[in-house]
């Protein structure tokens, strides 16, 4: 591993860290339903720029700290986080190329089935109502994802060389 | 296209796969099994900073919100804390005679004597984000003699139980909570009931009661203490909405919990003494295992509501 690997790997796990940090912060009562998922915005951004190095097996282990944190059953969100990697990974191999809006409404309708596959996931281990306001945290994610993206490639492309960057673009 | 995406060979489809039979296994063994309870112990004692961390815009938020005081308010706060304050004294100078009267009571009909709880103050720490569950996490762990199943209140009523204990933090399960039950009384006649949460943070609901029940609007709701978990007569809830609707066999009682759930901040643990914890721990299910309690139909298994 050289320099710029380890550049890349810090930013990777930097941001995902930071991702799941945010996650946990609540927002006061009347704002918390808006409170968008930010680390489903930066695996999803991860997953779609460099899906040789990032997709499901990170999603998963992402997945599997949240749960630990969240203090929710364990494997819930990792199983979530997975299919949502999954998703981006296997059925949208072009995605790199996509405009800005389009990969906006792939990240906004993949987290929207994700969360889908979490309240079934709950459903069936426990006892779970459906709180459609949760939907409202699609919108607000799928809001956030544009300026997710724009940060995280200003950081990207700090720390990877333009050669690099060309050598991925197949 | 040459599938680029397999780092070990495999896939990304048989990847996620694999990953899937991990989950599986994982939520089978952490919600039927509880296989994960040291891991957690020891994992949550390592993650105390990153819980404070996640909680500082918040305190931050809260503490510019308190330095803009001003001397005038702060001046008419502590005026009116004072005469709160007074006004409890008051009320308390017949407490002693009360309670040694109360004392007598029981002896002369031959009633254990109820002797005071030990309790501590906590705080919160950090609020669950997860959508599914109402639990907020607190600042008193192993280290103050936590237990799991321990009654969390404050000074309005019950909060909630402690589900899972780590060195220096604990994880309270609020009594609106979807897997929480509290067994109660309504204290104006001593009607029996079981207060379930609804997964909506300030609504409790009171189920399998008949029609023609008499609850009213309005009706506080004690412990009753026949689950063991909570010790008997602390405020619960006050009924908020009677429905006796024709056609369904059950009256649809909602009542509204006492405490501000959302707007927790300080509360206390309270010590149930050993002796009385130990009659109700045997045979039930644990307190700290909701999934498994939660899955199950009767009320009953619920945690606080066996």
Known sequence: ?170 | MVDKLGYFGISSTARFIICGIFSLVLIVCDSHFNYFKDLRYTLEGWLTPVYYVANMPVAFGRGISESRYSYQELLRENNFLKREISDIRVDLLRYDSLVEDNERLRRLSNSPIQDDFRKIGAEVIMVDTNPFSLTVMINRGTDDDVYEGQPVVNEEGIVGLVISVSKSTSRVLLISDQNHAVPVVVLRNGIRAIASGTGVVNELSIVNMPRNVDIREGDLLVTSGLGGKFPRGYPVARVSMFDRREGVQFAEIKAQPTVLLDRLRHMFLIWVPESQREQVYTGTPDAGDRNDTGSQTGENNKPGGN
């Not at chain 1, 969100?77 to 389009?102: D, E, G, T």
Request: charged share 10%.
């Open chain 1, 1 to 170: 591993m050289n320099i710029r690997h380890a550049g890349v790997f810090i930013v990777i796990w930097g941001s995902l860290f930071l991702g799941l940090l945010l996650s946990l912060i609540k927002l006061p009562a009347e704002a918390d339903v808006f409170s968008p998922n930010y680390v489903v915005c930066v695996l999803l951004y991860w997953v779609i720029v460099v899906p040789e190095k990032v997709n499901v097996g990170i999603g998963w282990f992402t997945g599997l700290i949240f749960d630990f944190l969240l203090g929710a059953t364990l494997g819930i969100h990792a199983a979530a986080f997975a299919f949502m990697s999954w998703i981006v990974a296997s059925q949208f191999k072009n995605i790199r190329y996509y405009s800005l809006i389009q990969k906006t409404i792939v990240v906004g309708a993949v987290n929207c089935l994700g969360q889908f596959l979490l309240f079934w996931v709950e459903h069936i281990f426990g006892v779970v109502t459906v709180d459609y306001q949760v939907f409202w945290s699609c919108l607000s994610t799928m809001l956030l994802w544009p300026l997710v993206y724009l940060v995280l490639t200003l950081v990207y492309e700090a720390v990877t060389p333009k050669s690099a960057l060309e050598l991925y673009d197949y």
